[in-house]
């Protein structure tokens, strides 16, 4: 779980620099956020799995 909240809380911070410097249209922003989710949420599953 603490890697799931880091990784989002890493992501949304580049997500907004990027944007606050770059000014990308708003469906730019929400394809990104999606994929970036989703990445984390893999990411963090299996590393979940090798864990247990």
Known sequence: MTG????VGVV???IYMHDTF???PKFV???NVWFEVLTVVAVATAIG???V
């Not at 799931?4 to 990784?7: A, D, Q, T």
């Open 12 to 14: 949304g911070l580049t």
């Open 29 to 31: 922003t929400s394809i």
């Open 49 to 51: 799995l090798v864990g």
């Open 22 to 24: 770059e000014n990308r």
């Open 4 to 7: 799931l909240l880091v990784g």
